[in-house]
């Protein structure tokens, strides 16, 4: 490795040692003149017990969120997978201990080397993806955590057969999983164990080590100056493939220590508070790295304790956990726009080594004006329609009400496939969407006595507000740090938002559905079941104007290629706002169905989990395809159906890993490659001469399709003016 200096590090030359002593001092007289502060104006005050079980939380949480940090660092993508990443290997542990009486400290060393093991496994998918886009990369991670947590909820069943033994999971349930250390301390009002002490102070020396390592050893300062500028580090000889390996185990360590700390301060009640409240630790480790701005490891450490005592802090006067999750959404937003600089430089430095998202081809021209391509399309046409609506009669009673819900689920993934196939923004809170416009029309409908087609359309009018809402810190911030956002928001909505408790006069719990000229016509599962397929065409049939429209396509350039788009006169601003503006509506409409489906609003089928789900169901059958909607809806909640417990989660996660590896268009995606299979076959036969019937992957700085068809349509619709001065650019200028 070459010899390389910290100044080579993403941090040159700080400030004195005198203004770093003021500065600190600063901190210190703030933090106590706040401590204060509240402690005369909250109801409770503020005891000491509280803050320090505060802090005991926030060093836990900045192990996840420091996970975090250095991987961002290293390849620019947000690990969405990083507090999944240690829970395979903390079950490990934590069964070598409670089942076999192996030591605690043997156990927890058996599970570090898991961890790193997992962490070397998956530093491969940074390599496989170095050519893709980071939005690819991003859905690999949200995938790798699906898949962990199945393993994770399926490896007690190694250790246990409940066949032969059926107690033993049972069994398992109340053994404990606690530190050596035996000591009590009262600091009023909480009682510290030696579990708490051991979970401080083995954090703590975690984050002084993981410093020590970055600043003094080789390895760590080949890692910082990585970071800063990889392509330099490159040329100087630095092996930056090693690094991301080393970058991805130490982020599985501080993962897999924080679960294995984290589990005896919470109380050890069965494998499932292992891996429990996983996208809620996920959720504040991301908000500590956001404050961070993602780079900055030290304030993002501080962000993450400031984090554990708020949590701990409005437990305490509020006595309910979910305020701080419905706050939580707030703080992001606010951090992301008060400093969109810092991530704008970020992310902008490592764009051009990134290739767009791949997208197919339309039929073209000369072989869709066919007979023979044309009677093909619709017969292939009638035969869907026909077996959607013959479906009831073959399926039961409780096929049937799967299938209904499987068609509102993909109305939900048309809604995405705006936003994030042809808009190019992740969205982890789509369900969250459908849920505030599912609850708008029961309270409406059903308390205050409006007309249903008048509170269905006042729930998609609220979907779509709230969706543009969300959208607003996308305008600022590029990448996929919109995710962040709209996972926050997801978990606020089912853990604030929709419980009876908190918000009694917006949750509609039991929903009577509307008679139509006075018949109850949508009484039994299977109408409800023609109501939704209805419903799904009409979308479907929106959504396919929508493509062939000029908006369609300025949602496709400014994906592909915002500049080009902006120099071709279109506003991305608006672009973007009309793309959540749409969706969020779809996402309402769908919410309603929903409700109407489930009689009611239930905030436990609106968790973080389904959210996940569906996200990952328009990338199983490929972002941009519609046919493909149908078919990730099929196989995500088919799998759960068939399958149970982990085995759902392996089969979403690891599938779709193996998909975005094999084929990165998902499975709409096989359907298209026969397509152009069978229409090489046709135009051989009919002596026509076709290019391009494969799927297409722009080039790095090349024009994006989208882009393309609006050039043409300015051209078209101003021949004088300013469309005339711009060039469309042909195949022969991109080579």
């Given amino acids: 490795m070459a010899r390389l200096s910290a100044a080579d590090g993403p941090a040159a030359v700080g400030a004195s040692p005198l203004r770093r002593v003021a500065a600190a001092l600063a901190w210190v007289v703030g933090v106590g003149l706040l401590w204060v502060v509240l402690a005369q104006v909250l109801s409770k005050g503020l005891p000491a017990g509280i803050v320090v079980l505060g802090v ?42 409670v089942t076999f009486g192996i030591g605690y400290l ?63 999971l049972t069994a398992s349930t109340h053994q404990s999983f606690t530190t050596p250390l035996t000591l009590h301390l009262t600091l009023s009002p909480v009682v510290f164990s030696g579990d708490d002490v051991v979970a401080l102070g083995g954090a703590l020396l975690l984050i002084v080590g993981l410093t020590v390592f970055l600043r003094r050893s080789r390895y760590g300062v080949a890692i910082r100056a990585a970071a800063a500028n990889a392509d330099r580090a490159t040329l100087l000889g ?19 220590m924080a679960v294995l700390l984290r589990v005896p301060v919470l109380g050890f009640s069965g494998f499932t508070t292992v891996s429990g409240g996983g996208y809620d630790l996920l959720l504040r480790a991301l908000v500590a790295a956001v404050i961070g701005r993602m780079e900055n490891l030290p304030r993002t450490a501080l962000a993450a304790i400031a984090l554990g005592v708020y949590d701990a ?50 039929i073209p021209r000369q072989l869709a004006r066919l007979p023979e391509v044309q009677w093909s399309i619709r017969g292939l046409r009638v035969l869907v329609v026909a077996a959607a609506v013959l479906l009831p009669v073959v399926l039961t009673t409780s096929q049937t009400y799967l299938a209904a819900l499987i068609v509102i689920y993909a109305i939900v993934g048309l809604s995405l496939l705006v936003l994030t196939g042809w808009a190019g923004q992740i969205s982890l809170g789509q369900f969250g969407l459908a ?12 308390r205050h006595g409006w007309d249903f087609l008048l509170a269905l359309a006042a729930g998609v009018l609220v979907g779509a507000l709230t969706a543009l809402v969300i959208g607003l810190p996308a305008l600022r ?9 709209t996972l926050a928001f997801g978990i606020a909505v089912s853990t604030y938002l929709l419980v009876p408790n908190n918000l009694p006069w917006f949750v509609t719990l039991q929903l009577t559905r509307p008679t139509v000229f006075g018949a109850d016509i949508l ?31 300025a949602l496709i350039a400014t994906r592909d290629n915002e500049p080009a788009a902006e120099a071709a006169t279109l506003n991305t601003t608006v672009t973007k706002l009309t793309a959540f503006v749409i969706s969020g509506g779809i996402a309402g409409f769908a919410g309603v169905l929903f409700v109407l489906h489930q009689r009611g609003v239930n905030n436990g089928s609106f968790t973080a989990d389904i959210n996940v789900a569906l996200f990952l169901m328009v ?65 051989r036969h009919r002596h026509i001469a076709v290019l391009g019937l494969a799927p297409q992957v722009e080039e790095p700085g090349g024009t994006a399709q989208g882009a393309v068809e609006v050039l043409e349509e300015l051209r078209a619709a101003h021949p004088d003016g300013d469309g005339a001065a711009v060039r469309t650019p042909r195949p022969a200028d991109r080579r």
């Avoid at 975090?68 to 507090?83: E, W």
């Avoid at 419905?326 to 290739?355: E, F, G, H, K």
């Avoid at 849920?435 to 059903?446: D, E, K, N, P, Y």
Wanted: glycine letters at 8%; hydrophobic letters at 55%.
């Fill in 106 to 168: 043997l156990a927890i060393a058996a599970g570090v080397v898991a961890a790193i093991a997992i962490g070397a496994a998956t530093s491969l998918l940074p390599r496989h993806f170095r050519n893709s886009s980071r939005l690819m990369l991003t859905v690999a991670t949200i995938a790798l955590a699906q898949a962990l947590n199945g393993f994770a909820a399926i490896i007690p069943l190694w250790f246990c057969d409940p066949g032969k033994n059926p107690g033993c």
């Fill in 477 to 485: 911030i590029p990448g996929p740090l919109l995710a962040v956002t």
């Fill in 238 to 256: 630095v092996p930056v493939p090693r690094l991301d390996t080393i970058v991805w185990c130490l982020a599985a360590v501080l993962s897999a």
């Fill in 523 to 553: 009484d039994r599962d299977w109408q409800i079941y023609y109501l939704c397929l209805l419903a799904f065409f009409v979308v479907v049939a929106a959504v396919r104007s929508l493509r062939r429209s000029r908006v369609g396509r």
């Fill in 619 to 683: 990338v199983v059958g490929g972002a941009e395809s519609l046919p493909g909607v149908v078919i990730g809806a099929i196989y995500i909640w088919g799998t759960q159906y068939y399958l149970h417990g982990g085995y759902t989660l392996i089969a979403s996660g690891l599938g779709i890993l193996v998909l975005l590896i094999v084929l990165p268009e998902g499975l709409g995606g096989l359907l298209y490659r026969l397509r152009d299979a069978l229409l090489r076959v046709l135009a």
């Fill in 56 to 97: 005991i939380y926030g060093a836990l949480y900045a192990l996840v969120a420091i996970g975090i940090v250095l991987v961002y660092r290293a390849n620019r993508i947000i690990n969405f997978a990083q507090a999944q990443l240690g829970v395979v290997a903390a079950v490990l542990a934590i069964e070598l201990h």
């Fill in 435 to 446: 849920a505030i416009g599912g609850a708008t029309t029961a309270v409406l409908f059903q």
């Fill in 313 to 362: 802090l409005a437990t305490w006067t509020f006595s309910n956990t979910s305020f701080v999750d419905a706050t939580l959404v707030i703080v992001i937003v606010v951090a992301l726009l008060v400093q969109p600089n810092a991530y704008r430089r970020v992310t902008d430095a490592m764009s051009s080594s990134w290739r767009t998202v791949t997208s197919v081809r339309p």
